[in-house]
């Protein structure tokens, strides 16, 4: 897809959602590449989680500067967490189209652009109905931005085209949620994002996978800047550190095992939240991914490769399926 510069004409509004959490070292800067974007028709929305840093006085300070492109979410609540401040800030917007935002990344100018321009060819291939999501590839830097590699795909080892196939995208996520735009109708669907979820993203990226239609840009949008600071970030899935990382793993099974579990419990609250619209066949593989904890070895690895739950290029989840 071409890259373009500045937009000529009047475009549907995206309400950006930016959930902080002491990120005053880096969020003036994701702000700035806002408000660089050369598609216009934007607004921020963002909620502070209690950050003892100052990051609420800098959003407070830009929201000064810019009345007219950035409100600030306030309650009473306290901190909810990741998931549950992204799904605040969901629920409080009102625009057609919804990008989910991180408070240390820097996006390229034409991020918007370009996933928007992906977004309205899904529109009309699918219908402005159907809930929908585009994302886009990254290129993972270091904390002075300093390239670490050129594809965040191929870092982690990542098919973006799995992102329709609802049997990978209940063992790996393949959208990156501070790349992805969607549609209100798949928002709204969404919500509220259980507390049980994984990660807000990927949620989503479920919904979308089970009931809506998901397409992705090809060019990386996002300098997706990694930190010690990270909630997540990125972690390398090629086979030069697939050894290391399985030693790592089992250095720590606690926290490995308590991760997995976590995957399954997403998919039964998910099976159980939308019960009543799947098809036969989703349900049988909900079913059955929900029950991995509780089965046997042979019995994991028996469902993993009944519903092809991994490509046949990568041993990972197979290798998870043993050792649950």
């Known amino acids: 897809m071409t890259r373009h510069g500045s937009e000529t004409q009047a475009r549907p509004i995206v309400d950006v959602v930016l959930a902080t959490y002491n990120g ?3 969020v003036a800067a994701q702000i700035d590449s806002l408000l660089a974007q050369t598609y216009r028709s934007w607004r921020l929305l963002a909620r502070d989680d209690g ?12 929201q000064t500067r810019h009345p007219e492109r950035i409100i600030l979410v306030v309650d009473d609540d306290g901190k909810l ?9 969901l629920s409080k917007s009102t625009a057609a189209y919804v990008a989910l935002c991180d408070q240390d990344d820097v996006w390229l100018a034409d991020k918007l652009s370009l996933s928007m321009a992906k977004l309205h060819a899904l529109e009309r291939a699918r219908g402005p ?6 994302h ?10 300093e390239q670490i590699h050129p594809s965040f795909w191929r870092y982690r080892g990542l098919d973006p085209r799995s992102g329709n196939d609802l049997n990978r995208v209940l063992a790996q996520n393949v959208a990156t949620g501070c790349a992805t735009v969607f549609n209100s109708r798949l928002k709204d669907l969404c919500l509220p994002v259980p507390p049980e979820a994984a990660a807000h993203d990927w949620w989503i990226a479920l919904v979308a996978a089970a009931f809506g239609s998901t397409d992705y840009v090809a060019d990386p949008t996002i300098l997706y800047r990694q930190h010690r600071g990270n909630t997540i970030g990125a972690q390398s899935f090629l086979l030069r550190h697939l050894l290391a990382r ?27 939240r939308y019960a009543d619209r799947f098809t036969a066949e989703n349900m049988m593989l909900l079913n059955d991914f929900a029950a991995f904890p ?20 990568r041993f990972y989840w197979l290798t998870l399926a043993l050792c649950i």
């Open 24 to 26: 005053a070292e880096f």
């Open 51 to 62: 950050s003892t840093d100052g990051t609420a006085d800098i959003l407070r300070a830009y």
């Open 81 to 89: 967490g990741y998931v549950g401040n992204f799904s605040r800030l």
């Open 129 to 134: 109905a159907t809930p929908l999501l585009v």
């Open 136 to 145: 886009t590839d990254l290129r993972v830097v270091d904390r002075d931005l």
């Open 246 to 272: 399985v030693v790592e793993a089992y250095r720590d099974l606690h926290e490995f095992k308590r991760r997995l579990h976590g995957v399954f419990t997403q998919a039964s609250v998910f099976r159980d």
């Open 294 to 313: 509780e089965s046997s070895a042979p019995r994991r690895l028996l469902y993993a490769l009944k519903w092809r739950i991994v490509p046949p290029r």
